[in-house]
């Protein structure tokens, strides 16, 4: 009999093949059995009826957990175990809270299923985790609590880590990494003087928000929505200070660029990107003032629009506000000025303004036109003054309306009919003087020319993009590595005296900058002179430690360097990353930045991090709002959460229903640790996975949830229905199937390309997946039980359970070895082997259909009829002889009397027709 060969691995990153050798020469789909063996102890297992998902999903943590144990690669063997790893799935580490949200639980079920499916596809997977540690949380947990933020956080590394491991993931957990260990912000703190010493590193004040009752400085998150700190209640204050921040800017161009290479990630990141950096080409037109020697610079992109100017608006803090303003104006131009100082950004667009009292020169016309102070212009982008264009910019419109300017139009709209806001678009111009009727880029050309001629104008790229400021006046973080002299300046750690460590016994008040009361701490020696010298008492924005956390994985003990760049060239950029929307700007670009840093410094071997990027949606939940006191409602506040119209307990009000972000401030978040003790990792895992695309939100139905058990449990019955079986044969032999047999054998087929396809990495659509395989069982589960008695049934069952693995790997496990350990042993491209000791079913290879198998499934069916009657319906293969056809006939039940004692004459076969018409004698 034939026996199937091994299968070999040809590696593609992004998708798989396996070439296979076919020992038989006719090629014949045939399989033969060994002798039966019992299964090593390790996988040995008494079948159960009822699925008990709590007992199975433990005990099979143990034994990944044994096994892990006995593979564990020891510190100095490490470099050369490495060498194996050829695909680098990473998802974003997470900030230790205390427990897992669903939030979590979906990512980190994403994630893990491509790991454990890419390596069933033959890659040796390396999925790390680690924890990104420091943060203001753990700071005001330790304020509130009385604790050290370091205790608080290793105490919920332990407790999320064991929720990680209940999940039913693998990582790679001997190569864990904190951020808030010192060993590892030690080379924080070395990119900080890298970033330094190429002078990307630079201190200058910035506005921050001062608490004046605490005397600190508070991040956004500490500002409540009046405005006041969240601790004090005072009135939070903008304060100038001076701030350390990195060079970003300087890779504008490079980071907007070079997302075009990045074919592996979303377009909505990409825009997002895109649009943050703002990189935009326009002209920068000086514009006089008149009865004055000064001039204001102003830098548009629709140079077209020119002769619609009303007005020009600058920042309430630009350079030359003070020197412009009539002296009528000036208190109040001041006490606006103060008023915008005190707002973010985000307050800063509701159109309000004042006149400066002076007046600019239009450069062409030589009409006057106003100077405004507009809350809308922001110092930092451009050159922090517009030109107001009422009839061709939204904004502007806004304001105009407001402050009751006048204004004409420059670009015909044409055919678009405009009312009650700016036309944005471009047309031919009108009402500018020698340009009328020119349009779009040909427009704006020449009357550039024409001001650069006058020597007024110049071609300027502009970016939105900001320095990033790192300082952070807080406790847990990363401190800065510089010293203080006042003799020598800002001097450097010394690259021997790094980390610069945290000290431990601190008590932290909320009050005042921690480390900066710490004056034993902070008293230090210049590295220069040594003199008396003060270390710097900021602490580094977390965003630096996630920057580049994923270069450190691989070489996470590495004590005499940031990593070896020889290990990093192996691993990065990393094949696939998975994360959550919120992070698809900061995050990314941070750690874009630096990856290009370094790899100008030769240390990395590539200038982009992440080839492939998943960024999966929110979780979403009910939210149930009192209609008149908008309070939110806690779901046992609620009559019926389910229903059409949900009303509030006790008072029959209809409440207003909402989809949100699982909050724990609207009551509408879940805790994943009670439904998995109910239902099982598994169930939830498949859940996440099937509910929406990752890329999707989320929206959380329990009913989902229980739907998602029963399915389980439907696939456990369809074991029990076949795991005492007593197989009469050893083979498979597709020539002997029955017709059930061959649709089934079919159609598991077809599901194999089906979710082969659906997973890949292009595409994630894990949802397809399990639907397919819901489908499949279904089918199943409609089989006969001579069907079920038979090799090809099981078969199909064993590739249900190797597709099914990826995503539910305690139940495919515990199914898996149920098969194997009482049914022949057989070795299939499709349906795994159950061959070996210990053929656990994450160690199989990924099912690969078997072409033959599909075309035996090609059958069509045709009515028989016998001298002019139909006799019965039979199902033949398409390309059938008419030989064929009639010994078929034959045995269809109702047909066959009529063959008795008769010879076929003729078979008439109408092409392309449904039926087949005999004539006997």
């Not at 514009?287 to 629009?305: A, E, G, V, W």
């Not at 995050?587 to 240390?603: A, C, E, N, P, Q």
């Not at 075309?855 to 064929?884: C, F, H, Y």
Request: aromatic share 10%.
């Amino acid at each position: 009999m034939l026996t199937v060969g091994l299968l070999r691995p040809s590696i593609n990153k992004n998708n798989f093949v396996f070439k296979h050798s076919i020992l038989n020469p006719k090629n014949q789909s045939t399989y033969s059995s060994s002798s039966f063996r019992s299964f090593s102890s390790s996988l040995h297992l008494q079948w159960k009826k009822q699925y008990n998902p709590k007992e199975l999903e433990r005990e099979w943590q143990l034994k990944w957990k044994e096994r892990e144990l006995k593979k564990r690669e020891d510190k100095n063997g490490r470099k050369d175990s490495l060498e194996s790893y050829n695909y680098y799935a990473l998802t974003m580490f997470p900030y230790p809270s205390g427990n897992l949200h669903m939030g979590h639980v979906r990512v980190y079920t994403i994630s893990d299923t491509i790991s454990k499916m890419k390596s069933m596809q033959g890659f040796k997977v390396f999925q790390p985790m680690g924890w990104d540690a420091f943060g203001l949380p753990a700071e005001n947990a330790a304020i509130e609590r009385g604790l050290n933020p370091e205790d608080w956080t290793k105490e919920n590394i332990s407790q999320m880590k064991r929720q990680l491991i209940a999940l039913g993931t693998h990582f790679q957990w001997n190569h864990e990494l904190a951020t808030c260990d010192a060993s590892y912000y030690k080379w924080t703190q070395y990119l900080f003087l890298k970033l330094l010493e190429k002078g990307l590193a630079y201190q200058q004040e910035a506005v921050v928000n001062w608490d004046p009752i605490d005397n600190t400085v508070l991040a956004n998150e500490q500002v409540d929505a009046e405005g006041k700190s969240w601790r004090s209640g005072a009135l939070v204050q903008k304060k100038l200070m001076k701030q350390w921040f990195f060079r970003i800017k300087q890779y504008s161009d490079a980071l907007v660029d070079d997302l075009d290479k990045l074919k592996g990630w979303p377009d909505e990141v990409k825009v997002l990107q895109k649009n943050w950096i703002g990189r935009s080409d326009g002209v920068l037109v000086d514009f006089s003032i008149s009865n004055s020697d000064k001039h204001l610079k102003i830098f548009t992109t629709r140079l077209d629009t020119l002769f619609g100017v009303s007005f020009l608006a600058v920042a309430s803090d630009h350079p030359l506000l003070s020197s412009i303003v009539s002296d009528k104006q000036k208190k109040d131009i001041e006490r606006f000025s103060n008023e915008m100082s005190q707002l973010d950004e985000a307050q800063r667009n509701q159109k309000k303004g004042i006149d400066t009292g002076s007046f600019a020169i239009h450069p062409l016309s030589g009409e006057k036109i106003p100077i405004w102070v507009a809350d809308y212009v922001l110092s930092d982008y451009g050159t922090g003054a517009v030109m107001g264009v009422p009839a061709h910019d939204q904004r502007d419109f806004e304001f105009a309306q407001k402050h009751g300017f006048s204004w004409k139009t420059v670009v015909n709209s044409v055919d678009e009919k405009i009312e009650g806001r700016a036309f944005e678009g471009e047309g031919p111009l009108i009402n500018s003087q020698s340009f009328d009727g020119l349009k779009g880029s040909e427009a704006t050309e020449r009357i550039f020319k024409t001001l650069e001629q006058k020597g007024v104008a110049a071609k300027l790229t502009n970016y939105r993009l900001r320095d990033w400021l790192v300082s952070r006046q807080r406790y847990w973080g990363a401190p800065i590595p510089l010293i203080h002299c006042s003799n020598c300046g800002v001097v450097s750690v010394p690259e021997k005296d790094l980390p610069v460590e945290l000290p431990k016994n601190i008590k932290l008040s909320g009050k005042g900058s921690p480390l900066d009361q710490m004056a034993e701490w902070k008293r230090c020696k210049c590295p220069k002179c040594n003199g008396d010298a003060e270390r710097e008492t900021d602490t580094m924005d977390t965003f630096v430690d996630s920057s580049w956390y994923f270069m450190r994985f691989p070489d996470n003990l590495n004590d005499h360097q940031i990593f070896d760049p020889k290990i990093v060239e192996k691993f990065l950029p990393v094949d696939v990353y998975v994360g959550g929307k919120e992070h698809a700007i900061l995050h990314l670009l941070y750690s874009r930045f630096i990856t290009k840093f370094l790899h100008d410094l030769g240390m990395v071997p590539t200038a982009e991090p992440f080839t492939n990027l998943i960024t999966q949606g929110m979780v979403h939940n009910k939210t149930f709002k009192h209609p008149v006191t908008k309070r939110f409602l806690k779901p046992h506040e609620v009559e019926d959460i389910y229903a059409d119209q949900p009303k509030e307990k006790g008072t029959g009000t209809l409440l207003e229903v909402c989809s949100e972000k699982m909050s724990k401030s609207k009551y509408n978040g879940v805790d994943p640790q009670p439904i998995i003790d109910q239902y099982g990792a598994d169930t939830v895992r498949l859940y996440m996975l099937f509910k929406a695309p990752p890329e999707n939100v989320l929206e959380w139905d329990l009913k989902g949830i229980q739907g998602t058990f029963r399915w389980i449990n439907r696939l456990w019955s369809l074991i029990n229905s076949i795991v005492s079986t007593k197989y009469e044969e050893n083979v498979f032999s597709a020539q002997s199937m029955s017709e059930e047999e061959r649709r089934i054998v079919h159609v598991t087929q077809e599901t194999i390309e089906s979710v082969t396809y659906s997973s890949d990495i292009e595409r994630h659509g894990f949802n397809s997946c399990i639907a397919h395989l819901m489908k499949l069982s279904n089918f199943f589960g409609d089989c006969s039980e001579k069907t079920k008695s038979g090799v090809p049934f099981l078969l199909c069952m064993r590739t249900l359970c190797l597709l099914l693995a990826p995503m539910a790997p305690h139940l495919s496990s515990e199914m898996w070895v149920a098969l194997s350990q009482t049914s022949p042993k057989l070795e299939t491209s499709w349906a795994g082997s159950n061959l070996k000791e210990d053929s656990g079913v994450l160690n199989q290879q990924w099912p690969i259909s078997d072409k033959k198998l599909m075309e035996v499934r090609k059958t069509k069916t045709l009515a028989v009829m016998i001298q002019g009657k139909k006799r019965g319906e039979i199902s033949v293969p398409v390309d059938a002889t008419e030989n064929e056809i009639g010994e078929i006939a034959k045995l269809e039940v109702n047909a066959a009397s009529h063959f008795i004692g008769k010879t076929i004459k003729k078979v008439i076969l109408p092409k392309g027709g449904n039926i087949v018409n005999f004539v006997l004698e």
